[in-house]
Every structure is written in C-alpha cells, then in structure tokens.
C-alpha cells in the first residue's frame, strides 16, 4: 500500500514557478512508476508528466513539455513537479499517482494510488 501526500501548490503570476512535491509511504515506493495529472474546473482530469520507477524513462503531455520537469528521490520516497513559466491554462488541481507497476502508463486507470490533489492557480 502507497500513500501519497501532496504539497507546494499556490497561486502564483503568469511566467512565475512553482514547485509541487509528492511525499510517498510504504516500502516498495522505489517499485512503483509515478505521474502527475491535473484537473479543471468542468474538465476530464488529464495526465501532466509521469516517471517510472528508476527515473529513467519520463513522459510529458505536449502542452507542458519544455516548462515542467519531474523528478524523484527513491532514497527520499519523493516526488517533484518542477513548473516553469506558467500560463493561465495550467490552473488547476494536481494530483500525484503511483501504479504498481514499474513502468508509467498514460490513462488515470493505470494507477493505483492517488493523492488528495493540491490547487495551482495562475494568474494572468
């Protein structure tokens, strides 16, 4: 069993950063390939950027590629969404998934665990 717990989320400028991280418990963490997806209001949540279990292999949805880096510290049982340049449309609830599985899939059914979500709110 994972849980996962998320932080960093805030309201912050177009253009500015900001940092999401994930704390994750439970022994096999180190097994488990992550993601980060996103949801807006009246919105289907929509995955941002997954990890598999070494960091070895990422994806990034096309409109975050280039502004969002993910990363993960097994040794720390984290995960990190790194946020750059933000734009308006990135406003939503993000949430961190793991799936028991060491390879990152793309659909929300893939994954097993979830967190409570955290709220980004960029203004224009």
């Known amino acids: 069993q994972v849980q996962l717990v998320e932080s960093g989320g805030g309201l912050v400028q177009a253009g500015g950063s900001l940092r999401l991280s994930c704390a994750a418990s439970?022994?096999?963490?180190?097994?488990?390939?992550a993601a980060w997806f996103r949801q807006a209001p009246g919105q289907e949540r929509e995955i941002v950027t997954a990890?598999?279990?070494?960091?070895?292999?990422?994806y990034y949805a096309s409109s975050v590629k280039g502004r969002f880096t993910i990363s993960r510290d097994n040794a720390k049982n984290m995960i990190y969404l790194q946020m750059d340049s933000l734009k308006p449309e990135d406003t939503a609830v993000y949430y961190c998934?793991?799936?028991?599985?060491?390879?990152w899939g793309l659909g929300a059914l893939l994954y097993d665990y979830w967190g409570q979500g955290t709220q980004v709110t960029v203004s224009s």
């Open positions: 439970g022994s096999t963490f180190s097994s488990n390939a």
């Open positions: 998934a793991a799936r028991r599985n060491r390879s």
């Open positions: 990890i598999s279990s070494t960091g070895g292999s990422t």
